[in-house]
């Protein structure tokens, strides 16, 4: 049970280049989020898939899209970076039905936008 | 819409000392959580508090909601090194948890 994946760890783009981060859970998970942190900021929602089939955009959608290829998989775009979105993205899922609700996080990417 | 607010944003703390971190909603919650996230990792689930004036304790954690359930904090004591990271607040609205910035604490040994 390797709980949320994220890959790739780290990444380093050029101003304008376009990329896809990409999540994973095998927990059955129902809802899934993107996240951004930035010093200072806490962590921020990009987007969120409350279920398999629907999207919706969180406090700060501009410049990504995002995919929910089904229940496990849901991926973040960046169809041409700036740099201001260096920074660490986490990817978490969160079931409906649990005593907490509580959101998994994975492990993060780093990425730097030059 | 909805803002969680923490304090303070550092806290430097002598081992073996208490101290607490504070956060603040300008709405009213349904519920709030807590997470730990150590150096380089990634947010982890601590604690969740439902119920008005509803405090909950994890060995040297003590985590309070408060009676109009606007604000929460976390009171640590005897301050270890395990302690050291950022601990961030997160008020439940639908589908979605609003963070705050986070008490990143460090320890002085």
């Known amino acids: 049970n390797a709980g949320v994946t994220q890959t790739p760890k780290f990444q380093v783009l050029k101003t304008g280049q376009s990329m896809t981060l990409q999540c994973a859970q095998d927990m059955n998970h129902n809802s899934m989020y993107w996240y951004r942190q930035d010093p200072g900021m806490g962590l921020r929602l990009i987007y969120y898939?409350?279920?398999?089939?629907?999207?919706d955009k969180g406090e700060v959608p501009n410049g990504y899209n995002v995919s929910r290829l089904n229940k496990r998989e849901f991926s973040l775009r960046l169809e041409s970076a700036a740099p201001s979105q260096t920074s660490v993205y986490f990817c978490?899922?969160?079931?409906?039905?649990?005593?907490?609700?509580?959101?998994?996080f994975g492990p993060g990417t780093r990425l730097t936008v030059l | 819409g909805q803002q969680v607010m923490q304090i303070p944003q550092y806290q430097h703390v002598q081992e073996g000392e208490d101290f607490t971190t504070y956060c603040n909603s300008s709405t009213t919650l349904s519920n709030i959580q807590w997470y730990k996230q150590r150096p380089g990792g990634h947010p982890v689930f601590l604690i969740q508090l439902v119920k008005s004036g509803e405090v909950k304790k994890q060995k040297r954690l003590t985590f309070q909601f408060g009676e109009a359930k606007k604000n929460s904090s976390l009171h640590i004591t005897a301050t270890q090194t395990t302690d050291v990271g950022t601990y961030f607040c997160a008020g439940r609205r639908g589908y979605k948890l609003s963070f705050g910035a986070g008490t990143t604490v460090t320890v002085r040994a």
């Open positions: 898939s409350a279920s398999e089939g629907t999207t």
């Open positions: 978490a899922s969160r079931t409906a039905g649990g005593p907490f609700n509580e959101q998994f």
